[in-house]
């Protein structure tokens, strides 16, 4: 029986050995084609944000296009405003000589500091250079 069990015994330590043995050739294959495999993967993951990043980029540019052409569109309408209230003021300021000369006199009375300037006959202006030494400036 002794001799048997030393069989059996030897028998599993070769076992062993191939399984070791068989393990170490798996191993030796399977890992360069893992890496190979895991590369891949990376490469796939990179190319995919890649091309997520760039559709982002696409749709921030779109966003302030719209933008930029809505805050123009935003600046036309003022100007348009702006150039048809001056039409109106302009067309009832027309031929109103009295509203004028009263807006001329109210406008002199808020601002003491002011030189005007009053033509004559001759198109001179009344010089009053002695106004401000009077002020003590």
């Given at each position: 029986?002794?001799?048997?069990?030393?069989?059996?015994?030897?028998?599993?330590?070769?076992?062993?050995?191939?399984?070791?043995?068989?393990?170490?050739?798996?191993?030796?294959v399977w890992l360069p084609?893992?890496?190979?495999?895991?590369?891949?993967?990376?490469?796939?993951?990179?190319?995919?944000r890649a091309d997520y990043?760039?559709?982002?980029?696409?749709?921030?540019?779109?966003?302030?296009?719209?933008?930029?052409?809505?805050?123009?569109?935003?600046?036309?309408n003022r100007a348009e405003?702006?150039?048809?209230?001056?039409?109106?003021?302009?067309?009832?300021?027309?031929?109103?000589?009295?509203?004028?000369?009263?807006?001329?006199?109210?406008?002199?009375?808020?601002?003491?500091?002011?030189?005007?300037?009053?033509?004559?006959?001759?198109?001179?202006?009344?010089?009053?250079?002695?106004?401000?030494?009077?002020?003590?400036?």
């Amino acid at each position: 029986m002794k001799g048997q069990s030393d069989m059996v015994a030897a028998l599993a330590v070769i076992f062993v050995i191939v399984l070791i043995g068989a393990g170490i050739y798996a191993l030796m294959v399977w890992l360069p084609q893992y890496g190979v495999y895991q590369q891949e993967q990376l490469g796939k993951a990179e190319k995919a944000r890649a091309d997520y990043n760039r559709q982002i980029a696409i749709v921030e540019a779109q966003a302030k296009e719209e933008a930029a052409k809505a805050l123009a569109q935003a600046e036309i309408n003022r100007a348009e405003g702006v150039a048809k209230a001056n039409a109106i003021i302009g067309e009832s300021l027309k031929g109103n000589e009295a509203y004028l000369r009263y807006l001329w006199i109210m406008g002199m009375q808020t601002n003491e500091m002011q030189v005007v300037y009053v033509p004559t006959e001759a198109n001179l202006p009344i010089l009053e250079a002695t106004r401000f030494d009077s002020l003590g400036k």
